[in-house]
């Protein structure tokens, strides 16, 4: 479970309460959460739902970051890459095979046998960010949280090397506010 504290930061980096989040996968350099591990099923509204993002890329800054490579063409160039280097493409393969295993050990008996009662235990078997395909790119924020999260994504390690900056300037740590004024503060 999140802390009190890593709760409230991410709640205030994402804009909104952190959904299934349950715990600090990753922290920047300030010792703020920068990538949460969340659950892969929660209730929403009665109802549960299969969360297909296992981490979730929380920090502001790098959340920018890796908008303005997407804006540019980058899941694009990136699925391109993964098209013609077959090393990268096996690379991939077992980053997405290690997400969907992680994600599943996370799942107590009685959660996969509700998920297999209920006809959803197919939705375990996407990769990162919800992908049934390992040779698609689609959010380059989920493959750069695996990768600061375990290491072992060729696409969130090539996100990370085209980045100027992993995380806040010291001049401008932008959660350096959230950690002084408390949890009551949790919009950006």
Known sequence: MLAPRDRAIVAWQLGRP???????????????????VTHPLHRDDERFVVFPTLFW???????????????????????????RDPALA????AAHDAYREERRA?????ELAFLRDVGALD?????IAGLASPHRVKCLHAHLAHFLARGENPIGEAVATE???LFCPAERVLCAGIAEEGPSCCQR
């Open 90 to 93: 096996v690379r991939s393969r």
């Open 123 to 127: 939705r375990l078997e996407t990769g």
């Open 163 to 165: 980045l100027i900056q």
């Open 106 to 110: 996370l799942l107590s008996l009685e």
């Open 18 to 36: 952190p959904v299934a989040a349950i715990g600090v996968a990753h922290r920047c350099p300030y010792g703020y959460p920068q990538v949460v």
């Open 57 to 83: 890329l929380s920090c502001p800054f790098v959340g920018a970051a890796v908008a303005r490579l997407e804006s540019t063409g980058g899941v694009k160039r990136f699925e391109s890459r993964l098209a």
